[in-house]
């Protein structure tokens, strides 16, 4: 069964930085692109970046272009988001997913950002 | 960005009677390899979100037959042929094809 579970949401003051951290199993890691997507309180889904399965392409939807920079590691299976001058807006619950050429599959709890001094 | 624009945005059903939420797409949803990315999105509440549509109408495991979806180019749909209790909660389209991926606003499906 495929399972992706989310850590390293904290509570962070404006202008700092975090890494989240993404741990998946029960599928091949390595054979797929995999995606962040966040939700602000309240608020709709936003899908933020992806990666692809050897890291050699990225994409960032523009308003985290220069803050936010995705990674993985194959080896462990698990995939990062190291976010920097983190902004009151970057509130939210992000989410792990898996992608499969445009097919989304979310499965984890998710893990909670919140900016603020 | 696309833009993917759901109606309506609250929906108040009988139980078991159907429902529908339709998506409209800025630009055509079509894909070079002739597919189309369209998943819709389950979210109950307190919930994290999780797929019952990809490709525009194929079903993820576990999801009851009463969930469908259809659509082509510009135009989509999910409908529920009979609202259950546990249906209750928000429902969000995203496109695939193009990025960024983009989502709908999300549609709340809540009983009368």
């Known amino acids: 069964e495929v399972h992706m579970v989310e850590s390293g949401g904290a509570l962070v003051q404006p202008g700092g930085s975090l890494r989240l951290s993404c741990s998946v199993s029960?599928?091949?890691?390595?054979?797929?692109?995999m995606s962040w997507v966040r939700q602000a309180p309240g608020k709709g889904l936003e899908w933020l970046t992806n990666?692809?399965?050897?890291?050699?392409?990225?994409n960032y939807v523009e308003f985290v272009r220069g803050r936010f920079t995705i990674s993985r590691d194959n080896a462990n299976d698990s995939l990062y988001l190291d976010m920097i001058s983190l902004r009151a807006e970057d509130t939210a619950m992000y989410y792990c997913a898996r992608e499969s050429t445009g097919d989304l599959d979310l499965r984890g709890q998710g893990t909670l950002v919140t900016v603020s001094s | 960005d696309v833009v993917m624009t759901q109606s309506p945005l609250s929906l108040p059903v009988t139980l078991g009677q159907p429902a529908s939420i339709s998506c409209k797409s800025s630009?055509?949803?079509?894909?070079?390899?002739?597919?189309?990315?369209v998943n819709w999105f389950q979210q109950r509440p307190g919930q994290p979100p999780r797929r019952l549509i990809y490709?525009?109408?194929n079903r993820d495991s576990g999801v009851p037959d009463r969930f469908s979806g259809s659509g082509s180019g510009t135009n989509f749909t999910l409908k529920i042929s009979r609202v259950e209790a546990e249906d209750v909660g928000v429902y969000y389209c995203?496109?695939?094809?193009?990025?960024?991926?983009?989502f709908g606003q999300g549609t709340k499906v809540e009983i009368k």
């Open positions: 490709k525009v109408s």
């Open positions: 990666i692809k399965q050897d890291g050699s392409a990225k």
């Open positions: 995203m496109q695939g094809t193009y990025w960024p991926r983009t």
């Open positions: 029960g599928f091949t890691f390595s054979s797929f692109w």
């Open positions: 630009q055509s949803l079509v894909y070079y390899d002739g597919k189309t990315y």
